[in-house]
């Protein structure tokens, strides 16, 4: 999204500062963007989390299968147990690191770090297959949003509103209310006609009251 009036430090504190009509279309279809972009961020999540939770129940489950069945290249060779948990130990790790902490991801990094399961025990490949096409996903959401502006949180901005007048029309925010050429107003505050008039001494009171501007008839 090309920004003319949102700057970086707007994004970074989640704030601005409107004071035009076009800036606030800019601030609407900014936080548009970030609504969107953070559902994307939110599915993104849900794959993030569930390939965690996949694999510590599979992994848990594979390694127990493998006390009953002998489907583990690595002891059919050595026939040392150990040699397997040190394998899949290994495996935990590189997952942990690029994946989990480096943020790589890439469903062939992930296929070629899961494929070390398979010697521990031919249980492995459903996990691995399962790894490749959760990492796969978290892929194509990642690559969605990562050119996207306000990555990777995606926090919507707080607009404070000012209202410019010149020549007699109102320019900008003030209120409830958006004044400018080809937008709708849902409400409107008038030029206050007496305001020139008025005069502010200590005791408050000024030439025209509120209660006598208000009982005014045109």
């Given at each position: 999204?090309?920004?003319?009036?949102?700057?970086?430090?707007?994004?970074d504190e989640a704030h601005i500062n409107i004071t035009s009509a076009e800036m606030y279309k800019e601030f609407q279809e900014y936080n548009g963007l970030m609504l969107r972009m953070q559902k994307k961020?939110?599915?993104?999540?849900?794959?993030?989390?569930?390939?965690?939770?996949?694999?510590?129940?599979?992994?848990?489950?594979?390694?127990?299968?493998?006390?009953?069945?002998?489907?583990?290249?690595?002891?059919?060779?050595?026939?040392?147990?150990?040699?397997?948990?040190?394998?899949?130990?290994?495996?935990?790790?590189?997952?942990?690191?690029?994946?989990?902490?480096?943020?790589?991801?890439?469903?062939?990094?992930?296929?070629?770090?899961?494929?070390?399961?398979?010697?521990?025990?031919?249980?492995?490949?459903?996990?691995?297959?399962?790894?490749?096409?959760?990492?796969?996903?978290?892929?194509?959401?990642?690559?969605?949003?990562?050119?996207?502006?306000?990555?990777?949180?995606?926090?919507?901005?707080?607009?404070?509103?000012?209202?410019?007048?010149?020549?007699?029309?109102?320019?900008?925010?003030?209120?409830?209310?958006?004044?400018?050429?080809?937008?709708?107003?849902?409400?409107?505050?008038?030029?206050?006609?007496?305001?020139?008039?008025?005069?502010?001494?200590?005791?408050?009171?000024?030439?025209?009251?509120?209660?006598?501007?208000?009982?005014?008839?045109?």
């Open positions: 999204m090309e920004l003319k009036y949102i700057t970086q430090d707007n994004i961020r939110y599915a993104f999540l849900r794959d993030f989390w569930a390939l965690w939770i996949m694999n510590a129940i599979l992994l848990f489950l594979g390694l127990k299968t493998f006390l009953f069945w002998n489907g583990s290249l690595i002891y059919m060779v050595s026939g040392m147990y150990p040699l397997c948990l040190l394998v899949a130990a290994v495996y935990l790790i590189l997952m942990i690191y690029f994946i989990g902490v480096r943020k790589l991801y890439s469903w062939k990094a992930g296929l070629l770090i899961s494929l070390l399961l398979i010697p521990v025990s031919l249980a492995f490949i459903p996990l691995v297959a399962a790894n490749a096409i959760v990492i796969s996903l978290m892929e194509k959401k990642d690559s969605e949003m990562r050119n996207e502006t306000g990555y990777p949180h995606f926090v919507p901005l707080i607009g404070s509103y000012k209202s410019i007048v010149k020549d007699g029309e109102v320019f900008g925010i003030e209120s409830e209310g958006v004044y400018a050429t080809g937008m709708k107003a849902d409400y409107v505050v008038p030029e206050d006609p007496f305001a020139k008039y008025r005069i502010k001494p200590e005791d408050d009171m000024g030439m025209l009251s509120d209660n006598d501007i208000s009982n005014i008839k045109e």
